[in-house]
């Protein structure tokens, strides 16, 4: 009896199903400030950021939603606080996603796909500061969990903020 009520609970969800339909590059910067300069390697002494970013929406098909991870990458001389490039990079896909409750599609679309993506975005960035005349920049693993939850708190201060200075 009991196998039969485990199974018929099973029945009634709904099988997450997620499918990556397309992925592309939306957009492509890479500034190469060291050649127009005329830089040499003894001068140069590399500091690293990385900026991330993320966006969603659905799309007009059903189940059927684009997210884009947003990656600028500055490196910025120690020596002299120059710039020595900066890439940017808008990477996208196009997910075809079914069984995620409603309430729980929001962090889905921003947590688990751009975790999807990632590999892909990982190799471009090392490929254009590569072919850009620079050791490869391998990125980091970006815990998308932790920046959709810093999201997610800068929102309520802002929000709270904006309370304090209506009241």
């Known amino acids: 009896m009991t196998d039969q009520a485990n199974g018929a609970d099973t029945a009634e969800q709904p099988q997450l199903r997620m499918n990556i339909l397309a992925q592309f590059v939306r957009d492509l910067s890479f500034e190469n400030n060291v050649a127009l300069k005329g830089l040499q390697a003894a001068d140069i002494q590399p500091e690293m950021q990385v900026q991330v970013s993320l966006d969603a929406k659905k799309r007009a098909q059903d189940d059927q939603y684009e997210v884009i991870s947003k990656f600028k990458v500055t490196a910025t001389n120690q020596t002299d606080n120059s710039t020595l490039y900066l890439l940017e990079v808008d990477y996208g896909g196009i997910f075809h996603i079914e069984g995620v409750p409603e309430d729980q599609l929001h962090p889905f679309l921003l947590i688990e796909c751009p975790r999807q993506l990632f590999p892909f975005v990982r190799r471009i960035v090392s490929d254009v500061t590569r072919d850009g005349g620079f050791p490869?920049?391998?990125?980091?693993?970006?815990?998308f969990v932790a920046l959709y939850r810093a999201e997610l708190a800068r929102r309520q201060q802002s929000e709270s903020g904006e309370q304090a200075t209506l009241s």
């Open 136 to 143: 490869p920049f391998n990125l980091e693993v970006v815990d």
